[in-house]
DNA sequence: CTTGGATATATCC
DNA sequence: TGGATATAT
C-alpha cells in the first residue's frame, strides 16, 4: 500500500512532462480572511500563544508584509511595524495550539486540484505537486486537430522566467514557426539528439502547462476562494523553485533554454533539498555560491568530492534535470502532534507527564477518529517522542511501540510506558511522583496505516472501504510515461487562424473591460487607480516564497499591463485631464507577435497574390485577410475609443452571440473554461445532453467531457459523504458528552476532555442515538419537526422528509450507500475507460475509446509538428 | 524564558 | 527495523 521508497522516472522522461506545483499564497491567513470577511484587505497575521508578547507570528499576508512584517517576529512587533494589524490566533485546543483549521482547508484545495489529476502529490498542508502531462498530452493532440486552440487570456497572470512578460515569451515561440531552422540548430548542439523531440515540443507543451494552472487556480478560487501561485517546469524541484517566484497569485513558467542563465545566478540554497546544510556543505566543498557552478565539476568529480549518490542528484539537478515522480499521495502517511514545554514549563512531575500525555493522545484520538471514517485506516504504530533535560543538556529520543487501539487512553499509557522504559531513572530517587529528568518536549505520532477490515457490521464501513480501496488502486498503479509522439502536421495557419480569432475575441472583451471600467472610473476614478496601484507595485520582500531577487523591477504580465495602460489613458479621457495625450496603441500591442505576424502575413499575401496557385488553401488565406482586416479594425478603434458607449453596445451584441464571458471574470466561471474552446467551423460538433456545450464529434472529447461532468459531481458527493459523516460523528461526540447544546452560531466551545469511555473508538460505527434538539441545534431545518419535541421524528437532510429518530441512521445509511453504489459505478467506468488506452486487450466497452485513440494516430497535421520535426 | 511551533517526510546508519 | 537527524513549511 504504502510504498516506502520513491519512485522515479525514466532519463527519457526527463523533459516530457508537465509538473506544476501550487502553493497557496500566505495560505494560513487567507483561511482566517475567509473566515472573517471583516478583515478582508486590511494587513493581518496569524499567531499562536499570544500570551507572549503578543504570540509567534506563522503568517503574514501581503498587506502586512508591505509594512515590513515577516514571520519568526512576534505580536508586539507586529504592531509596532503596523499598528493597524489584525493578528488572528490559532485556535487553542487542549491547551494546545489546534491547526486542524488548516489541515481542512488545505485539504478543500486538494479536493479541487485532484480533479485535475490523479497524479496528485500533496506536499504539505499548503503545497501540491500535479502531473498534468496526460492532459498537455491532450490537448497538443487537439491542437493538432485544430479543436483547440490556446488562448491568450488563458495567459493572464503568467510569467515565464527570462522574459519580461508571457507575451514576449510566446512571441518568441511564435518566431520559431517563421524560422525553424535557428533555434533547432542551438537545440542540436545543447541537447542529446534522443532529447531532441521533447526538447522541441518543451515550450509548447509549457505554455500549455501553464493554461492547465490557469484553470487549476481558476477553479481554486472559484470553489474556495483561495488564491495561490503556481510554478510550471518539466520537473519537481524546478516547478517548485520558479513557483515562488512571482507571488502572490501568479503563475511561473521556467523554460527549457532559460534554465543555464537562471542557474548561472541561482543561489545553491534555493533548491529544494538545499537550503539546510548539506547545501552549505556543497558549496564550501566546491568552493561555489550558484548552482550553475556545479558544473565546472564532471559527475565523477562530484560523487569523489561529495558521496556517490550526492554527487549524481546534484549534477542532474544542476543540469536541471530531476527525475523524482511525482507520486500520488492525498492522504498523509503519519498523524502526530507535539508540544514544547520551554523553560519553566517544563514537566517535572509524573502527574502532569501524564496529563500532558492525556491531551495530546486525545487530540489524536479526535484526528484518528476523523482519518478512520474517511479513509476506512487503522494506524499500526505509535511512536512517542521527547526531549528531556539530562544534566542541563537536551537530549532527544523516540521510541515506537506496536499499536492494536489507537483510543486515547491505549495512546497514553502506551507513551508513557516507552519514555519509562527508555530512561535511566525516571523517577527521582525517594519520590514516587517527580521525574529523575525534566521533559521539554512531547510528541505522539502514529502511522503504518492499514486499511480496516471490512467486516464491519456497517453498510457505511463496507461501502466507505470499497470505494477507499478503489480510489488506492486508481492513485497508486504505476503511472505509464506518456510519449511524446511525433505526430503529422497540419496545416500551419490554421492554427494561427484560431489563435487569431481567438486573440479578437479576447481583445474585443478587454475593451468591454475597459469600458465598463470607464463608467465606473467617472463614480469613482481614485479608488480604481488606488487599486491598479496597488496590484501594480508589488513588493519584492517575499520570503516565503523564496524570491529570486534577480530581476530588480517589477514585472507585469502582459495583458495586465496592456489592459492597464488602456485603462488608464481611457480614465484620463474621461475625467479630462488631456495631458495623457490621445489614447495611442500600446507599444506592447504593436510589438506583440500578433501585429508582428499580421504585418509579416500582409507582405507575405501580398507577394502571394500574384501567382495564382498560391492560393491553393484559399480558405485559409482568404480568411487570414479577413482577420487581418479586422484585427486592423480593432486596433485603430483603440484610437479613436472615445465615445465608448456606442460601440460598447456594439461589442456587447457581438459578444453575446458567439463570445465567452468577459476576460474579467471568466476565472469565476470555471467550467466553461475548463473546456477547451472549440473552432466549431473546423470541426463537426455535438452538444452535451448534460451541458449543452459544444463538443467535437470526437470520442476522446467525449470522454473527456464526461470525466469533466463525472469530476464535479463526484467531488459534490464526496463533499457531501464528508459532511455527513463530520456531522454524525460530532452528532456522536456531543451525545457522549452531552449537557449542554451549543448555539450553532456561538463559538464551539473546546470538548473539555471529552471522557470517552474506553473502547468507544473500536465501535466508532455504533448507531448514533441523535435526539431531535441535538440535530437541530447542529442542523437549524427550515421547518419544525410535525410534533412537539418529545417527537421522535427527525429531518432527513437528504431528502428532506422525516423519519424516525430510531430509524435515521438507516435511513442514512440508505442514502450514503446509494451514493456510494453511484460513486463505485462511476469508478468503474472510469477506471476502465482510461486503463483501455493503453491496455492491449480492452474489454468491449472500450471499443469506442480504441477507434478514436487509431483515428486520431492516423490523422492530420498541424504546426506543432514544428516542435518535433527533424529538419 | 523560547533566538519558530507544530507537522510531515526522507535518509542515513 | 528502529532511532536519530535533516529539511521544509
Redesign the pocket.
Known amino acids: 500500500m504504502s510504498n516506502?521508497?520513491?519512485a522515479y522516472v525514466g532519463m527519457q522522461n526527463k523533459y516530457d512532462r508537465v509538473v506544476l506545483l501550487v502553493?497557496m499564497d500566505c495560505f494560513f491567513c487567507q483561511v482566517e480572511e475567509k473566515q472573517q470577511p471583516q478583515h478582508r484587505g486590511k494587513p493581518l497575521a496569524v499567531v499562536?500563544?499570544n500570551a507572549?508578547r503578543g504570540g509567534?507570528?506563522?503568517?503574514v499576508n501581503y498587506a502586512a508584509r508591505d509594512k515590513g512584517v515577516t514571520?519568526?517576529m512576534r505580536g508586539d512587533e507586529a504592531k509596532a511595524l503596523c499598528p493597524d494589524i489584525v493578528l488572528c490566533q490559532v485556535p487553542n485546543i487542549r491547551e494546545?495550539?489546534?491547526?486542524s483549521k488548516y489541515?481542512d482547508a488545505g485539504k478543500e484545495v486538494a479536493n479541487v486540484l485532484q480533479r485535475f489529476t490523479q497524479l496528485l502529490e500533496r506536499?504539505?498542508v499548503?503545497?501540491a505537486y500535479l502531473d498534468i502531462t496526460e492532459t498537455v498530452n491532450q490537448r497538443v493532440q487537439q491542437l493538432e486537430t485544430g479543436s483547440l486552440a490556446l488562448k491568450p487570456e488563458e495567459l493572464v497572470n503568467s510569467y515565464a522566467v527570462g522574459y519580461e512578460n508571457i507575451g514576449d515569451y510566446v512571441n518568441k515561440i511564435t518566431k520559431r514557426f517563421a524560422n525553424p531552422y535557428v533555434d533547432d540548430e542551438r537545440f542540436m548542439l545543447a541537447y542529446d539528439a534522443n532529447d531532441l523531440p521533447a526538447v522541441r515540443q518543451s515550450d509548447l507543451r509549457l505554455l500549455i502547462g501553464a493554461c492547465i494552472a490557469g484553470e487549476v487556480r481558476a477553479a481554486v478560487k472559484a470553489e474556495t476562494g483561495y488564491e495561490c501561485s503556481a510554478g510550471i517546469a518539466h520537473n519537481k524541484i524546478l516547478a517548485?523553485l520558479v513557483a515562488g517566484m512571482n507571488k502572490p497569485n501568479k503563475q511561473t513558467i521556467l523554460p527549457l533554454a532559460e534554465i543555464p542563465a537562471l542557474f548561472d545566478q541561482l543561489p545553491v540554497?534555493k533548491?529544494?533539498?538545499?537550503?539546510?546544510?548539506?547545501?552549505e556543505t556543497v558549496c564550501e566543498t566546491l568552493g561555489i555560491k550558484f548552482l550553475g557552478h556545479v558544473l565546472k565539476y564532471t559527475e565523477k568529480e562530484l560523487q569523489r568530492k561529495l558521496d556517490e549518490?550526492?554527487g549524481t542528484w546534484l549534477h542532474q539537478i544542476a543540469c536541471g534535470i530531476d527525475l523524482e515522480a511525482v507520486?500520488p499521495?492525498f492522504y498523509?502517511?503519519?498523524?502526530?502532534?507535539?508540544?514544547?514545554f520551554?523553560?519553566?514549563?517544563n514537566i517535572t512531575g509524573l502527574k502532569s507527564l501524564q496529563h500532558w500525555l492525556g491531551e495530546l493522545a486525545s487530540?489524536m484520538n479526535d484526528r484518528l477518529e476523523k482519518d478512520f471514517i474517511e479513509n476506512n485506516r487503522k494506524a499500526k504504530?505509535m511512536?512517542v517522542?521527547f526531549v528531556q533535560d539530562i544534566g542541563g543538556e537536551e537530549v532527544?529520543?523516540?521510541?515506537?511501540s506496536?499499536l492494536n487501539h489507537c483510543d486515547q487512553d491505549t495512546l497514553a499509557r502506551q507513551a508513557l510506558e516507552l519514555i519509562k522504559a527508555?530512561t535511566k531513572t525516571f523517577l527521582r530517587a525517594g519520590s514516587d511522583a517527580a521525574l529523575n529528568n525534566a521533559v521539554k518536549f512531547l510528541?505522539i505520532?502514529v502511522?503504518k496505516f492499514e486499511t480496516a477490515s471490512n467486516t464491519q457490521n456497517s453498510l457505511q464501513a463496507m461501502f466507505a472501504n470499497q470505494a477507499a480501496k478503489k480510489r488506492r488502486i486508481s492513485v497508486e498503479e504505476p503511472v505509464e510515461k506518456p510519449i511524446v509522439e511525433q505526430k503529422p502536421k497540419q496545416s500551419e495557419e490554421a492554427k494561427m487562424k484560431s489563435f487569431f480569432a481567438n486573440y479578437l475575441q479576447t481583445h474585443k472583451d478587454e475593451k468591454i473591460v475597459k469600458d465598463n471600467l470607464i463608467v465606473e472610473s467617472s463614480r469613482r476614478a481614485d479608488e480604481t487607480e488606488a487599486e491598479i496601484e496597488l496590484q501594480t507595485n508589488k513588493s519584492e520582500t517575499d520570503e516565503?516564497a523564496?524570491a529570486l531577487k534577480l530581476a530588480p523591477s517589477p514585472k507585469k504580465s502582459f495583458f495586465e499591463e496592456y489592459k492597464r495602460k488602456l485603462i488608464d489613458s481611457s480614465v484620463a479621457q474621461e475625467i479630462g485631464d488631456d495631458k495623457a495625450g490621445p489614447v495611442a496603441t500600446p507599444p506592447e500591442f504593436k510589438e506583440s507577435f500578433f501585429a508582428k505576424y499580421l504585418q509579416e502575413q500582409k507582405e507575405v499575401n501580398k507577394i502571394a497574390e500574384l501567382p495564382n496557385e498560391s492560393s491553393t488553401e484559399g480558405d485559409d488565406s482568404s480568411d487570414m485577410h479577413g482577420l487581418a482586416a479586422e484585427l486592423d479594425d480593432i486596433e485603430s478603434s483603440c484610437i479613436v475609443e472615445q465615445e465608448a458607449s456606442t460601440s460598447k453596445r456594439k461589442l456587447e451584441q457581438e459578444n453575446s452571440m458567439d463570445a465567452p464571458a468577459p476576460a474579467s471574470d471568466y476565472r469565476s466561471n470555471y467550467a466553461e473554461y475548463a473546456q477547451p474552446e472549440l473552432r466549431t467551423d473546423l470541426v463537426k460538433m455535438v452538444n452535451c445532453k448534460e451541458c449543452g456545450a459544444q463538443l467535437p464529434d470526437d470520442v476522446t472529447a467525449l470522454q473527456t467531457h464526461r470525466d469533466h461532468h463525472f469530476a464535479q459531481q463526484l467531488n459534490q458527493q464526496l463533499r457531501e459523504e464528508q459532511r455527513e459523516e463530520r456531522q454524525r460523528s460530532r452528532l456522536n461526540a456531543t451525545l457522549n458528552t452531552t449537557v449542554s447544546v451549543p448555539s450553532p452560531t456561538a463559538k464551539p466551545a473546546p470538548l473539555k476532555k471529552a471522557k470517552k469511555a474506553a473502547g468507544t473508538v473500536a465501535t466508532t460505527s455504533a448507531k448514533p442515538i441523535n435526539t431531535i434538539a441535538k440535530f437541530l441545534a447542529a442542523k437549524q431545518p427550515l421547518e419544525p419537526p410535525p410534533s412537539c419535541s418529545s417527537s421522535p421524528f427527525k429531518l432527513c437532510p437528504d431528502c428532506k422528509t422525516y423519519v424516525k429518530s430510531v430509524d435515521m441512521p438507516e435511513h442514512l445509511d440508505f442514502h450514503m450507500a446509494r451514493k456510494l453504489q453511484r460513486e463505485l459505478n462511476q469508478l468503474e467506468v472510469r477506471t476502465i475507460s482510461t486503463a483501455n488506452i493503453k491496455k492491449t486487450s480492452p474489454p468491449p466497452r472500450a471499443k469506442r475509446q480504441l477507434n478514436s485513440t487509431l483515428n486520431s494516430a492516423t490523422g492530420n497535421k498541424s504546426i506543432t509538428q514544428f516542435f518535433t520535426q527533424s529538419n
Open positions: 516506502s521508497t520513491r502553493d499562536q500563544y507572549w509567534g507570528i506563522i503568517a514571520r519568526h494546545k495550539a489546534d491547526t489541515r506536499a504539505s499548503d503545497e517548485k540554497g533548491i529544494k533539498g538545499l537550503g539546510g546544510k548539506f547545501g549518490k550526492s507520486t499521495r498523509s502517511k503519519s498523524i502526530g502532534c507535539c508540544k514544547k520551554p523553560g519553566r514549563n487530540e504504530q511512536v517522542q532527544s529520543s523516540s521510541r515506537s506496536p527508555n510528541g505520532s502511522g516565503d523564496n
